[in-house]
């Protein structure tokens, strides 16, 4: 809810501010950090992000990239390079880059869907129309399906979708925490079932945080000896979930992709129909590597920052992690 006040607010600032930007001046004008008073600084550059509509972004995209923390973080390495050079222009040039990607309007759709459904109550008078938003966005009809019986059996439990959302982290994030780590059976995190490496930066930007891919498989001993070893300790984790947006690729993943998403990999001339085989494709091609377990940290701009391989010195991952 926060997150769609945050763009609302944002909406209405670029509706009314539009008619007197003088996008000229704008673009001219540096970004301004405001050492120490962090919340300055990400009001500031949203309130002058929202006026861009003037400049060449529509209402969509302010709403899209908008977000207070997700413009601070895209700004800051910059900023750390050279702050006299960072003006307005050089956002602007980065968002109309990041919206000609393929993938650009997939994920509009996607984050439109995620916050329509959030906020519409539950209803099962109204589910074949529900069913198909929930089915884009988790890409499972299993999980759809049982989403379906959770509402049938408990119709007054929740009044919307978000409330549902909510109360399945708050219980998920309860297992979590209680649970002692089974190696064998439970992967270090779940796999991420995105097949599009554009699509996973693009969400690591909305959420503000470096991307943290773990790319291993089921069948890898190495990725169980670290998972034993150190992966599950809790200060690993809290720091994990603290500074990245984190996700899995089980490159022997078997479970087959949907029809439409079935391409040739123009390399092997292979037809990719697992999610495994678009991993291994992101592994090789992204990051020129092909082992497991190996770690890789991409900073919001795409820029491969750290790799780390396999070993069982914490020390040594903890390093890498900082």
Do not use: H
Request: aromatic share 14%; proline share 2%; glycine share 4%.
């Amino acid at each position: 809810m926060k997150l769609l006040f945050s763009a609302i607010i944002l909406l209405l600032l670029s509706i009314s501010l539009n008619a007197q930007t003088n996008c000229k001046e704008l673009l001219a004008q540096k970004i301004n950090f405001y050492d120490g008073d962090f919340e300055k600084t990400q009001l500031e550059l949203a309130t002058n992000f929202s006026q861009l509509t003037a400049c060449g972004l529509d209402e969509t995209d302010i709403v899209f990239f908008g977000q207070p923390p997700f413009l601070a973080t895209l700004v800051i390495g910059w900023l750390n390079e050279d702050s006299e050079m960072v003006i307005y222009k050089k956002l602007l040039d980065e968002i109309l880059k990041m919206k000609a990607t393929p993938e650009y309007k997939e994920s509009v759709t996607f984050y439109n869907d995620f916050i329509t459904l959030r906020n519409k109550k539950i209803n099962l008078a109204n589910w074949e129309a529900d069913s198909q938003i929930l089915l884009s966005l988790v890409k499972d009809e299993r999980a759809v399906n049982a989403i379906y019986q959770v509402i049938k059996e408990n119709p007054d439990q929740f009044e919307t979708y978000g409330d549902m959302m909510d109360e399945f982290n708050k219980l998920a994030d309860s297992m979590i925490s209680n649970k002692e780590p089974m190696v064998e059976e439970t992967p270090f995190f779940t796999d991420a079932e995105i097949i599009d490496y554009d699509e996973l930066l693009l969400t690591a930007q909305i959420w503000g945080k470096p991307l943290l891919i773990y790319f291993t498989a089921y069948a890898d001993v190495n990725s169980r000896k670290m998972e034993e070893a150190f992966l599950y300790d809790s200060d690993i984790q809290e720091y994990l979930e603290a500074n990245y947006f984190t996700v899995t690729l089980f490159v022997d993943n078997k479970k087959e992709v949907f029809k439409e998403f079935i391409t040739k990999n123009e390399k092997t001339g292979k037809l990719m129909k697992t999610y495994g085989a678009f991993y291994s494709k992101i592994q090789e091609e992204r990051f020129n590597n092909q082992s497991q377990p190996y770690f890789a940290i991409v900073s919001t701009e795409g820029k491969i920052l750290k790799t780390q391989g396999f070993t069982l010195k914490k020390k040594e991952f903890k390093k890498f992690l900082k």
